[in-house]
């Protein structure tokens, strides 16, 4: 599904998304914007510099409706909590899954792939700081090269006799 791909791409909101309007989209400059009281953001837009998967998302779309990005059948998405996506969900073994999820393991990926929290704030459009803390859940595979540094060179040596 192509607003799925481009909900984990960008992490904007199902009604950023489904009010995506051509007209705010600039594949050439890859860069988008998110209209003003368009969704949960009532007082500010929102620019989204769109990465490698959002631009390759939109260039398959083109054409496809003269002022909404995202269409089924050829009618623009009011919604992405439809039959079709419960139906897909399910066939995916993600019956619990709510579109949300979606900004959630965007902000996820972003963390544990190093991204700063200051520059994964502004990507979300998130006006206070421990926002992110609560959007990106993290396994403990980031923190492995950290836990080596409780590792000292003393540390080391003894580690190596106890193991003789």
Known sequence: MPIVLFALATGLRMSNITGLLWENVDIKNGHAWVNIGSGKVKTKGIGIPL??????VLEN??????????????NPIKRANSKAWRNA???AGLSHLRFHDLRHVWASRHS???THPH???DLGAWSKADTVRRYAHLSSRHLLAASEN???ESATNLTQKVLQ
């Not at 990465?51 to 390759?56: C, I």
């Not at 779309?61 to 050829?74: A, D, I, R, S």
Request: aromatic share 10%; glycine share 10%.
């Open 119 to 121: 520059a994964l704030q």
């Open 89 to 91: 969900h399910k066939r």
């Open 112 to 114: 544990m792939n190093g």
């Open 150 to 152: 409780a590792l000292s």
């Open 61 to 74: 779309l083109q054409g496809k409706h003269p002022t909404n990005v995202f269409t089924y059948k050829g």
């Open 51 to 56: 990465n490698s998967v959002a631009l390759y």
